[in-house]
């Protein structure tokens, strides 16, 4: 769920979203587990900000995995991608080094060319999990080529409905 826009380049699907039945109470959470090394830490000792960013996109990434969707097959079968188009991210509390964490990934909407996702970053403690960071992403899917929007493959549009009709069947 990889690059970002173009400089100078907007992706507007508004006028394309519709179709994908889908809220953050019909499909289940995905949960990620990582750990934190040097690289990913400031000269304070603590995740440098941005970082929550790459453990969100990795999260992203292994969610689709999880549904049968690895990304450079995604683009060299359909010509699609996924870019993030907006991101909001609040800052709770710092992860240090060595800390276990886990991602999750919650899809609150999906259109045809776009989905918005929640996704949290905890830190794993002996008296139970401490909310780090939480943030919403939004991504659009692309032409992997020209970066103009094309809607979601029907594999994973399909994924997403039956991920929701085993819930609530």
């Known amino acids: 769920m990889g690059a970002g826009v173009p400089a100078g380049s907007a992706i507007e699907t508004d006028a394309i979203i519709g179709a994908v039945p889908t809220n953050?109470?019909?499909?289940?959470?995905?949960?990620?587990?990582?750990?934190?090394?040097?690289e990913d830490t400031d000269a304070g000792g603590v995740?440098?900000?941005?970082?929550?960013?790459?453990?969100?996109?990795?999260?992203?990434?292994?969610?689709?995995?999880s549904l049968g969707h690895e990304q450079e097959r995604l683009r060299?079968?359909?010509?699609?991608?996924?870019?993030?188009s907006d991101?909001?991210?609040?800052y709770l509390r710092p992860a240090r080094l060595d800390d276990l964490l886990t991602v999750t990934v919650q899809v609150e909407h999906a259109g045809r060319a776009q989905m918005t996702i929640a996704q949290q970053?905890?830190?794993?403690?002996?008296?139970?999990?401490?909310?780090?960071a939480d943030?919403?992403?939004?991504?659009?899917?692309?032409?992997?080529?020209?970066?103009?929007?094309?809607?979601?493959?029907?594999a994973i549009a399909d994924s997403l409905t039956a991920?929701?009709?085993s819930l609530n069947g």
């Open 24 to 38: 953050a109470l019909a499909l289940p959470l995905f949960r990620f587990t990582l750990r934190v090394y040097w």
């Open 163 to 165: 991920m929701t009709s």
């Open 76 to 84: 060299a079968e359909t010509g699609a991608m996924f870019i993030v």
């Open 121 to 132: 970053a905890w830190r794993q403690a002996p008296q139970g999990e401490e909310l780090l």
């Open 47 to 65: 995740v440098f900000y941005a970082n929550y960013l790459k453990f969100f996109e990795r999260a992203r990434t292994e969610w689709l995995r």
């Open 87 to 90: 991101t909001r991210v609040r």
């Open 135 to 154: 943030g919403t992403i939004r991504i659009a899917c692309v032409d992997a080529g020209t970066f103009r929007p094309q809607r979601i493959p029907t």
